[in-house]
Each structure stands twice: as structure tokens, then as C-alpha cells.
T-cell receptor, first 114, second 113 residues
Framework: AQTVTQSQPEMSVQEAETVTLSCTYDTSESDYYLFWYKQPPSRQMILVIRQEAYKQQNATENRFSVNFQKAAKSFSLKISDSQLGDAAMYFCAYLGGSQGNLIFGKGTKLSVKP | DGGITQSPKYLFRKEGQNVTLSCEQNLNHDAMYWYRQDPGQGLRLIYYSQIVNDFQKGDIAEGYSVSREKKESFPLTVTSAQKNPTAFYLC????????????FGPGTRLTVL
């Protein structure tokens, strides 16, 4: 069975600085998707970025980028120029197989200090 | 506006009562999902449906039931058999199961009194 591990329960970053959130996963599949979701205090799940496993190029969305290491089964999220609005829970998620359900890590709580 | 709606936002239930959580989407998505979120945990899959009139159990289906009579709607019933139902419930949908991202509703907070 696939598993997703986020080893950092909490992280803190100074406003305008850069922070990296870690995620590792375990799978025997070769074709899958990986996602980072953000959950602010409102608890709405918001998609931050996605990565297809067959793509070697790392995904980027404005200040958010990933470091996807397929062989190492690692999928970290880098947030550049951190803003106060980035403070939230961040969940790494895996999507594979035929069922279509996401497998989530336990999340990393990110605090942004002014 | 296209999106997913869940109602109610907060729900209180007495022990021994069944309660139904609503989830509606107007995104024309085929697949819909129900997740449960507990403090300090990621989301866990309760049930999912890839097409109308078909659904499958997820990892924690015991004590829950669903129906999918319309493409737009995927209600979740929390039965009295669910031993610890107090949690935050999130509904999601995707265009096709196993392809691409899922979009989430705003969630329902269920509290058993």
C-alpha cells in the first residue's frame, strides 16, 4: 500500500524568507501524481501545486516550487518570499492506481513571522 | 460559479442518531469522494464514487453509508454504528477518477453530544 510521510509537524519562517517542507512517499507504481494542498484556518483545502511522475521537470507555480526526486521518492515544497498569508497546514498527497483517491500525509503546520 | 458546496457547516448530533451530510458539485465531475479529518491527522477516505449509481468503500467506511443517484450529489450518512463520529468531513470531486487533482468543498464539522 502507498504511504505518504511528512516528517516535520511544524515549521516556522520569517516573512520574505524561503522555507522547504519535506515529503516522502512509498509506492511500487511507476505512474502517479503528487500534490501539495494548503489548509488555512478556514479549513478549505486549496491546491498549491501538482507534479506528474512521468515529468522530469519540477513544477513551479509563482512562489511555490517542488523538488521531485523520483528515485528517492521525495517531493519537497519550497516557498519563496514567504508571506503572512502562507501560514497554514500543508499536506502532501499521492494519487495513483485506478481508485483515484488521494493518500495524504499528516501535514506540516507552517507559521510565518512578521 | 462552479464549485462544491457542503451543508451544513456545523452539525450537532445526539448519540444514537443518524445524520446526513450534503455534498453538491456543479463542475460536471464524474468522481466524488468523502474524507474524514481528525486533529493531527491527514485526510482519510471514507467512500468514493467514480460514476452515478456506483460507489466503493474507502479505508474507514464502517459506520457510514452513501448514495450516488445523481451526478451532482453524493450525500454521506453517519450512522449510529460509527463509534467516534466527531470530526471534520470534506467532500471532493475530480473530472475523472485517478486523473488529476481533486477539488474540495468547505467541509462540515460534526459534533456528537
Amino acid at each position: 500500500a502507498q504511504t505518504v510521510t511528512q516528517s516535520q509537524p511544524e515549521m516556522s519562517v520569517q516573512e520574505a524568507e524561503t522555507v522547504t517542507l519535506s515529503c516522502t512517499y512509498d509506492t511500487s507504481e511507476s505512474d502517479y501524481y503528487l500534490f501539495w494542498y494548503k489548509q488555512p484556518p478556514s479549513r478549505q483545502m486549496i491546491l498549491v501545486i501538482r507534479q506528474e511522475a512521468y515529468k522530469q521537470q519540477n513544477a513551479t507555480e509563482n512562489r511555490f516550487s517542488v523538488n521531485f526526486q523520483k528515485a528517492a521518492k521525495s517531493f519537497s515544497l519550497k516557498i519563496s518570499d514567504s508571506q503572512l498569508g502562507d501560514a497554514a497546514m500543508y499536506f502532501c498527497a499521492y494519487l495513483g492506481g485506478s481508485q483515484g483517491n488521494l493518500i495524504f500525509g499528516k501535514g506540516t503546520k507552517l507559521s510565518v513571522k512578521p | 460559479d462552479g464549485g462544491i458546496t457542503q451543508s451544513p457547516k456545523y452539525l450537532f448530533r445526539k448519540e444514537g442518531q443518524n445524520v446526513t451530510l450534503s455534498c453538491e458539485q456543479n463542475l460536471n465531475h464524474d468522481a466524488m469522494y468523502w474524507y474524514r479529518q481528525d486533529p493531527g491527522q491527514g485526510l482519510r477516505l471514507i467512500y468514493y464514487s467514480q460514476i452515478v449509481n456506483d460507489f466503493q468503500k474507502g479505508d474507514i467506511a464502517e459506520g457510514y453509508s452513501v448514495s450516488r443517484e445523481k451526478k451532482e450529489s453524493f450525500p454521506l450518512t453517519v450512522t449510529s454504528a460509527q463509534k467516534n463520529p466527531t470530526a471534520f468531513y470534506l467532500c471532493a470531486s475530480s473530472r475523472v477518477a485517478a486523473l488529476g487533482e481533486q477539488f474540495f468543498g468547505p467541509g462540515t464539522r460534526l459534533t456528537v453530544l
